[in-house]
């Protein structure tokens, strides 16, 4: 129904989703141990939890560009059969839908990702069969109706969309999102709190196996192409919006993932000191911010006279991550998988509650209220105008358009 709970349930669960497909693609690849560190990496990162929490459309275009990626690397590794065919056909229905979702990217760039590795990795002779008609039957079939439809009943859609939204968009600054091109690298990295310090690892594993042979180091290879191409190809374009790259966070955490128990298993667990030491040095460094808010609160630029509403969230923020940088160091020396496990999701489960209970009073304030005297005040043929933004929760909220 029309309630708050139902549409924002939607991000949610398309997050939740998101990591349960991660943890089953990766657990086929390579076995439960990877997947289950791939799962707690990428649904305890803070960026993706954070953006399941926000009502957009771009949780969801993301996860329904992880099935079609993750569908295209499991069935490229099954024999002719049933179960291949279903894969390939997951593949052009994810597709679709994600077209459906948020326009063209949905397709073209899964596509994109799948042609550079098969060139790179050399992986050509395993495309084949890839049920080619009645794949795209498929795809015609649930993307193109709403497409022939709105175009029929707008005569300007077309231009609208393929030109000013898609073209118009990544070519020039027309929707005032221009961004330095390492925009989405710190985003990226500090996304991943807690475990950004174990990106550079995962990496220097692909680059490492980059010679050897087999479905394993194919699979690394697949998984950097991914990650690196959607970073890549958003960097390029004129308009940058930090939402743009969470269709990398699967395939950067199912790295993770791989390489944590590539290292337990050859028992290497000494690997993990690095990243443990960056995972403490931030933690620390978040404390002592935090911390620096609460004595100067006028630091910050907006919503300064909040602090002292959430003054024990934020403290308590302050103690989780100083503990954190304390016990992560700890857990560098010893290296212990229980242990050091044990920390990053901790950390991470505790931060994110806390910050869910400290983030609203800092967040832009909605037209709630406004919409609601609009929806009894306004009668039919009124005109409603909004100055300097457009307010997309005024619409919903209202019922007026």
């Not at 966070?249 to 960056?278: K, M, N, S, V």
């Not at 609460?294 to 002292?308: D, E, F, R």
């Not at 505790?350 to 919409?371: C, D, I, Q, W």
Request: glycine share 8%; proline share 6%; with cysteine.
């Amino acid at each position: 129904g029309p309630s708050e709970f139902a549409v924002r349930l939607v991000p949610a669960l398309f997050a939740l989703a998101g990591v349960l497909i991660t943890y089953s693609a990766v657990r086929r690849l390579h076995g439960r141990e990877a997947a289950l560190i791939s799962a707690c990496v990428l649904g305890t990162g803070t960026f993706y939890f954070a953006m399941g929490r926000i009502l957009t459309l771009d949780m969801v275009v993301a996860v329904l560009m992880t099935v079609t990626l993750f569908c295209f690397i499991l069935g490229v590794a099954e024999n002719p059969g049933r179960r291949r065919r279903m894969l390939f056909y997951g593949i052009y229905a994810s597709a679709a839908l994600a077209t459906l979702t948020k326009g063209l990217i949905g397709g073209l760039l899964p596509g994109a990702i799948f042609v550079i590795w098969l060139s790179v990795a050399g992986q050509w002779r395993r495309l084949l069969p890839l049920y080619l008609p009645t794949g795209l039957l498929i795809f015609a079939a649930i993307a193109a109706p709403w497409h022939v439809l709105v175009a029929r009943a707008n005569p300007d859609w077309a231009w609208f969309y393929f030109v000013h939204e898609h073209w118009l968009r990544f070519t020039t600054n027309i929707h005032g999102r221009a961004q330095p091109w390492w925009y989405f690298l710190p985003i990226l990295w500090f996304g991943f709190f807690p475990w950004c310090g174990f990106i550079w690892p995962s990496l220097r594993m692909v680059w490492r196996e980059r010679r050897e042979a087999g479905p394993a180091a194919a699979n690394f290879q697949y998984f950097a192409v991914w990650a690196v191409f959607i970073v890549f190809f958003f960097s390029i374009s004129d308009s940058k919006l930090a939402p743009y790259i969470l269709p990398a966070f699967p395939a950067i955490a199912a790295l993770i993932g791989i390489w944590f128990a590539q290292t337990l298993a050859d028992h290497r667990e000494t690997a993990w000191r690095w990243g443990l030491r960056t995972f403490s040095v931030v933690a620390g460094l978040l404390a002592v911010a935090f911390a620096v808010i609460m004595a100067k609160p006028t630091l910050l630029k907006h919503g300064s006279g909040h602090v002292g509403d959430v003054k024990p969230f934020l403290v308590g923020l302050v103690v989780v991550l100083a503990a954190a940088a304390v016990q992560g160091w700890r857990a560098s020396i010893r290296c212990k998988a229980r242990e050091v496990l044990g920390t990053m999701i901790g950390t991470a489960v505790l931060m994110l509650t806390l910050v869910t209970f400290a983030a609203p009073p800092f967040l832009r304030p909605g037209t709630k209220t406004l919409a609601d005297v609009a929806r009894h005040e306004f009668k039919p043929g009124d005109q409603i105008f909004t100055y300097h933004d457009f307010f997309h929760d005024f619409p919903y909220y209202s019922g007026l358009l």
